[in-house]
């Protein structure tokens, strides 16, 4: 029997689905945005911490999914949401709808996204945005749209550099920041691949931050209307078809388990938001200016903010990055802040849970020179954990990092979007938040600690070549464990090719 979705998640599939009216503003204030209940909200949270920012971490796939919609169904005048990727699937599909339901009511809803991350379904785009309260723009986007691969290749040094920036504001009071973009990967929603991610709700000082950052792109010169690059008008019922498809695939049999474990937690949401603990303190926001697109030097960057913190670092030093290629000048840095006595631990991707295999072979030859340098390496084991409890409709999925999160101390931590390799560093525009609390960076430290323990390789050297150990000391792998000599080989082969810049 098809589980049940319950009685939130159905009036909102039939709110969002129907013709509703726009919220009219009140006579008396056509132009000031009214007080909201999310306003009072976190308002009170943070009247007990003046001048500070409350950080609450999103560690479950399903909690961070949650968040977000609770936070656009709490919103009732701005919403501000900027991707890198926002898939058409189950979860993309979902946000999609409450977004829809809260224009309905009258919020303003713009969505910023990366116009080749996300690889967007332009007519849906379109009837996103022809909604009276939407407005959808693309960043940097490819000039023809009906021949994309060839207006790839005559725009290919532009086109190169994307925006990988991800937030949520809602009503300029609550953010979400983090690695995740929009997909059923990164929500624990798919059967195949099980991201480990990790986002945070932000509210207090910095959130003004992200909105002026986000306004910053907004505003800026490659962020151009979807509808920009089309003279024919949309058919009239493009939008209503948008909402009748949505429908169907929320109530189709496709991930129906998922969509009851959501919907009976939905029910639940005002008393887990009055209960949603925060740690407060000081955070200091960090993004990329989104001139370095366009490779002018002056444009401000988040590493040349972030690498004075680090570099400060005088004990311990955890980094956690899926895509980690540290270059040269980055291994050279290393060794000289191990050498001086700092503990650094990295986990990464190992190369049966990388998705990207050429980054993985970016990394791989600086694995021996890390090591003797004295920096702690593990990769994260593709299968999922006998110790963590697995959601029974993830099944077997594959395990893959894809949380971007540094320790500075054990008491610094910094959560965003930025990878530790040449494109992150060099090329595409990113965004974090860099946070001081001691009792954060524990927690984030426990959870660093039972990930290697318990679901990673930790390396060392041998005499001719590296050795993977799984921590419990069970077994020892000479090789990349669970591979195929073709997926070795193709690794070295991509060592031979002069991409490192690129990846």
């Not at 798919?190 to 986000?214: K, M, Q, T, W, Y």
């Not at 101390?409 to 494109?423: H, I």
Request: glycine share 6%; aromatic share 8%; hydrophobic share 40%.
């Amino acid at each position: 029997m098809r589980p049940r979705i319950s009685e939130t998640l159905r009036h909102a599939l039939l709110k969002a689905c129907g013709r509703l009216p726009r919220r009219p503003l009140e006579a008396d204030e056509p132009d000031e945005l009214r007080p909201s209940s999310l306003v009072e909200l976190m308002r009170a949270r943070c009247s007990a911490c003046p001048g500070q920012s409350g950080l609450s971490p999103l560690m479950d796939g399903e909690d961070a999914l949650l968040a977000r919609l609770g936070l656009i169904h709490g919103a009732e005048n701005t919403l501000d949401l900027q991707y890198y990727i926002w898939n058409n699937d189950l979860t993309g599909s979902l946000l999609t709808l409450f977004c829809l339901q809260a224009a309905d009511r009258g919020v303003q809803v713009r969505l910023l996204i990366d116009d080749l991350g996300s690889k967007p379904d332009d007519l849906l785009l379109r009837a996103l945005d022809s909604h009276p309260n939407i407005d959808v723009r693309l960043y940097n986007p490819v000039a023809w749209r009906r021949l994309r691969w060839f207006g790839l290749l005559l725009g290919a040094f532009r086109l190169n550099r994307r925006m990988h920036n991800k937030s949520l504001t809602a009503d300029g009071v609550a953010t979400i920041l983090g690695g995740r973009n929009i997909g059923d990967e990164y929500f624990g929603a798919n059967r195949h691949v099980d991201f480990h991610d990790l986002d945070v709700l932000c509210i207090g000082e910095v959130v003004p931050e992200v909105a002026a950052s986000f306004e910053l792109y907004w505003q800026h010169k490659l962020s151009l209307p979807v509808d920009a690059f089309y003279q024919r008008r949309l058919p009239p019922d493009a939008l209503e078809d948008l909402r009748a498809q949505i429908l169907r695939r929320l109530e189709g049999e496709y991930g129906a388990d998922y969509l009851a474990s959501v919907s009976r937690r939905l029910d639940a949401a005002p008393s887990q938001q009055a209960a949603l603990h925060f740690y407060w303190g000081v955070a200091q926001l960090l993004y990329d200016h989104p001139d370095k697109t366009l490779d002018k030097p002056q444009a401000v960057t988040l590493t040349q903010q972030l690498s004075p913190l680090m570099a400060d670092s005088r004990h311990h030093l955890d980094i956690m990055s899926p895509y980690f290629v540290p270059g040269l000048k980055g291994m050279l840095w290393l060794r000289e802040r191990a050498r001086s006595g700092v503990q650094i631990r990295i986990l990464t991707n190992s190369l049966a849970a990388t998705d990207v295999t050429a980054v993985h072979a970016g990394y791989a030859r600086y694995r021996w020179m890390l090591l003797q340098a004295g920096v702690q390496l593990f990769e994260l084991r593709p299968d999922p954990s006998q110790h963590i409890e697995r959601k029974k409709w993830l099944g077997r999925s594959r395990s893959s990092l894809h949380a971007k999160t540094f320790l500075l101390d054990r008491r610094f931590v910094f959560v965003g979007s930025l990878n530790l390799d040449p494109r992150s560093v060099e090329i595409n525009t990113e965004i974090g938040v860099l946070f001081d609390n001691p009792a954060l960076a524990a927690l984030l430290g426990e959870r660093f600690e039972a990930t290697i323990s318990r679901e990673s390789y930790a390396l060392s050297r041998r005499k001719t070549g590296l050795l993977w150990r799984d921590v419990s000391g069970v077994r020892n792998w000479k090789k990349e464990p669970n591979t195929t000599f073709r997926q070795r080989l193709w690794v070295r082969l991509l060592q031979f090719l002069p991409i490192e810049s690129q990846l």
